[in-house]
């Protein structure tokens, strides 16, 4: 029987509360008391992150950059995070619920009007998905980029939010939920079941449904709440029981919990979705549930960089983060590999580690164990100063051992490598999570929302706030 060891933060300092075995998840309680340094520091991170989505967006169509400052088209999953973000800048008095609500309505417009056919090029998306990446400018699919199953649920959690918190009866507010419905409506998520009872990843016009589905343990719950909470086009509910019945369980420095490499797969859906105290199934029968699981990663990750068995520069138990990000470059220099954007993570599945470290890595876990992340993030705003972080918050990732001027697409690199650029999709999470923690207002604001509640349930989620 695993104990489980309950901390609570006081102060600002750690406390032991108990340490008992536990065969039920724990129940939903109040998010914890953070110090007043941590609330100064938490102020201006929101401040500044929230700013990114704001700042950077197409106002005429919404759409936001994938990165910044680079030249970017835009990611519709980053629009996602962008329409949740601007909710939180209204409960935090960065703008004003009306500009919010312009703001999303003109987004909300464009997905609902702009092209969908089968057509490779000069639409949006087909079936009611969207394509990964679209032109900021035209909104029309950019290159050759796939019909993007996760990144529409991604875009689909925000657009989802914004329907639940516009709840006034004004002719904005009220087209916002019409169009939020017609919007999750219009996706068809039983056509692109290529290989049932699974989703495809994607899909290409050029050659059709992506090879891979959404099995294992990933991102990936979220797209199927909102394919089994489909009001026109759901999916069957053995969907869930066959995804389940792919994780891959196992141990991971003394971690026990469904592994996935990258920390961004067991973040993600928690942005949306309250899972504390409610259980499927599956976590039924491992007595815990999927938020106590991200917990558990997240200390992995973390205790995997502490002992940085590929000794990287600066581990330590403040410097950590490993999940998907920027890198500097791809490319093997002194019998060390470098890669520039990749999937990285230390899980019982694989590990992929350039000694490359993302703020978004311990930010989006924050509301999972704060006692951890927290301390991370001010450590290194602390250690590396305007080199991590910046007008728009922390910037995507640095790299303090790659110091090969010869090779390196900056210049010089004498003191490691950062980056130049945020991204959209680690900045969503930084500020979203830093919200669930403090105020959980995303979280209750999900709960009222019937799509979301409709596919947990058919999914098998029991208790907690579900009752």
């Known amino acids: 029987m695993k104990q489980v060891l309950v901390i609570a933060l006081l102060c600002g300092s750690l406390s032991i509360v108990c340490c008992q075995p536990r065969n039920t998840p724990p129940a939903v309680t109040p998010g914890p008391v953070l110090a007043a340094s941590d609330q100064s520091f938490l102020d201006s991170l929101q401040r500044d992150t929230f700013r990114y989505f704001w700042d950077t967006a197409n106002p005429a169509n919404g759409l936001i950059p994938d990165r910044a400052p680079s030249p970017s088209f835009s990611s519709i999953a980053a629009v996602g995070f962008g329409l949740t973000a601007y909710l939180v800048g209204v409960e935090r008095g960065y703008v004003t619920r009306q500009q919010a609500a312009d703001r999303t309505l003109r987004t909300l417009r464009f997905f609902a009007t702009a092209p969908q056919s089968e057509q490779a090029s000069g639409v949006a998306g087909y079936k009611g998905f969207f394509y990964h990446f679209l032109d900021m400018k035209t909104g029309e699919r950019f290159k050759q980029v796939e019909l993007s199953t996760i990144d529409t649920a991604l875009l689909l959690g925000g657009i989802l939010s914004a329907q639940s918190y516009f709840d006034q009866n004004t002719p904005a507010e009220t087209e916002i939920r019409q169009l939020a419905d017609q919007i999750y409506g219009r996706v068809d998520w039983t056509w692109i079941q290529a290989r049932r009872p699974f989703v495809s990843m994607g899909w290409h016009p050029e050659t059709g449904f992506i090879k891979n589905d959404w099995t294992g343990y990933n991102e990936g719950m979220l797209l199927y709440v909102l394919a089994l909470g489909s009001p ?214 999900m709960k009222k929302n019937p799509h979301i509640r409709r596919g947990l349930v058919k999914a098998g989620f029991t208790g907690g706030w579900l009752r």
Not at 296 to 322: E, F, H, V
Not at 348 to 368: E, H, L, R, W
Not at 378 to 403: E, W
Not at 435 to 441: D, H, I
């Open 232 to 445: 026109t086009h759901p999916v069957g509910a053995e969907v869930w029981p066959a995804w389940t019945k792919s994780y891959p369980w196992a141990t991971f420095y003394d971690q026990s919990h469904v592994n996935f490499d990258p920390l961004f797969g067991h973040q993600y859906s928690h942005v949306w979705i309250d899972f504390r105290g409610i259980q499927d199934a599956y976590m039924r029968g491992k007595g815990i549930d999927y938020a106590e699981n991200s917990r558990r990663a997240t200390y992995a990750n973390r205790a995997y960089c502490m002992a940085n068995p590929a000794k990287w520069q600066d581990y330590s138990s403040t410097i950590w983060g490993l999940t998907a990000c920027d890198g500097p470059n791809d490319t093997t220099v002194a019998g060390r590999q470098f890669f520039s954007y990749r999937a990285r993570g230390a899980a019982s599945t694989q590990i992929v580690d350039d000694g490359t470290i993302a703020p978004t890595a311990a930010g989006g876990s924050m509301a999972f164990a704060p006692e951890i992340c927290l301390p991370a993030l001010r450590a290194i705003k602390t250690k590396y100063g305007s080199k991590v972080y910046g007008q728009y918050g922390f910037l995507d990732a640095f790299n303090p051992t790659y110091r090969y001027a010869s090779v390196s697409a900056n210049g010089p690199t004498t003191n490691g490598w950062f980056d130049k650029d945020y991204l959209g999709i680690d900045q969503g999470p930084i500020l979203l999570m830093a919200e669930n923690l403090r105020t959980e207002f995303i979280w209750n604001l």
